[in-house]
T-cell receptor, first 114, second 116 residues
Framework: AQSVTQLDSHVSVSEGTPVLLRCNYS??????LFWYVQHPNKGLQLLLK??????LVKGINGFEAEFKKSETSFHLTKPSAHMSDAAEYFC????????????FGRGTSLIVHP | NAGVMQNPRHLVRRRGQEARLRCSPMKGHSHVYWYRQLPEEGLKFMVY????????ESGMPKERFSAEFPKEGPSILRIQQVVRGDSAAYFC??????????????FGPGTRLTVL
C-alpha cells in the first residue's frame, strides 16, 4: 500500500522569500516520488521526480526536493519565490516493483504576495 | 508537437444524460490514463489504456463509467446517466511507455463536468 500526505493545504509567502512545501509518504516498496504543478484551468506539469538515483533532485523553475528515507519525506523547496510560482502543487508517489498506479496528495496551494 | 488535448473543456449535463469526454494523446504516445479530481482533492486514478486495450481499470466505478482507446481516434471516457456526484474535473495523461510511473506522464488541460 502507498499513501502521500501534503501537510499544508495553503502556504503563503512573500515574493523573494524561500518556499517550503511539505510532503510525507508511505510505501511498501521503493517509491518513485514526483512533484507536479497545476496553474488555474491548466493541466499538471511535472516539476521534478525521484526514482532512486540522487536524493537531491533538481527540477524546473528553480525548484528542488530532497528524498529523506529516514523521515519518509520529499519536501519541495525554492530559494526565492516568484509571483508566477503561485499555483497548486501535488506530491505523487508510485512504487517501483509494485503497482505503478500513482497516488496523489490533496495538493498545496502556494500564494505569493508582492 | 501539440500536447495532450482534451475536449470539451467544459461540459454541462443534466442528471440522467450521458457525458462523453475525449482525449488525444501527444504524438507518438500510445498509453493513456484518465484521472478524476474532485474539489479540494488530488487526482484519483481511474483507468489506464493502450490502443484497443484496457490495461487497468481498477479506479473506475463499476457502473455507468466506461473507457476506450480505439485504433484510430481519441480515447473516450463515457459516463452514462450522470449524477450530481460525477461533477468533477477529468484529466487525461499520456506517456510513451506504460509500466512504471517513472515514465513521465503529460497531462491535458482537463474537462470540467458539471451535472445540474
Amino acid at each position: 500500500a502507498q499513501s502521500v500526505t501534503q501537510l499544508d493545504s495553503h502556504v503563503s509567502v512573500s515574493e523573494g522569500t524561500p518556499v517550503l512545501l511539505r510532503c510525507n509518504y508511505s510505501s511498501s516498496y521503493s517509491p518513485s516520488l514526483f512533484w507536479y504543478v497545476q496553474h488555474p484551468n491548466k493541466g499538471l506539469q511535472l516539476l521534478l521526480k525521484y526514482t532512486s538515483a540522487a536524493t537531491l533532485v533538481k527540477g524546473i523553475n528553480g525548484f528542488e526536493a530532497e528524498f529523506k528515507k529516514s523521515e519518509t519525506s520529499f519536501h519541495l523547496t525554492k530559494p526565492s519565490a516568484h509571483m508566477s510560482d503561485a499555483a497548486e502543487y501535488f506530491c505523487v508517489v508510485s512504487m517501483v516493483g509494485g503497482s505503478y498506479i500513482p497516488t496523489f496528495g490533496r495538493g498545496t496551494s502556494l500564494i505569493v504576495h508582492p | 508537437n501539440a500536447g495532450v488535448m482534451q475536449n470539451p473543456r467544459h461540459l454541462v449535463r443534466r442528471r440522467g444524460q450521458e457525458a462523453r469526454l475525449r482525449c488525444s494523446p501527444m504524438k507518438g504516445h500510445s498509453h493513456v490514463y484518465w484521472y478524476r479530481q474532485l474539489p479540494e482533492e488530488g487526482l484519483k486514478f481511474m483507468v489506464y489504456l493502450q490502443k484497443e486495450n484496457i490495461i487497468d481499470e481498477s479506479g473506475m466505478p463499476k457502473e455507468r463509467f466506461s473507457a476506450e482507446f480505439p485504433k484510430e481516434g481519441p480515447s473516450i471516457l463515457r459516463i452514462q446517466q450522470v449524477v450530481r456526484g460525477d461533477s468533477a474535473a477529468y484529466f487525461c495523461a499520456s506517456s510513451q511507455e506504460g509500466q512504471g510511473f517513472g515514465n513521465e506522464q503529460f497531462f491535458g488541460p482537463g474537462t470540467r463536468l458539471t451535472v445540474l
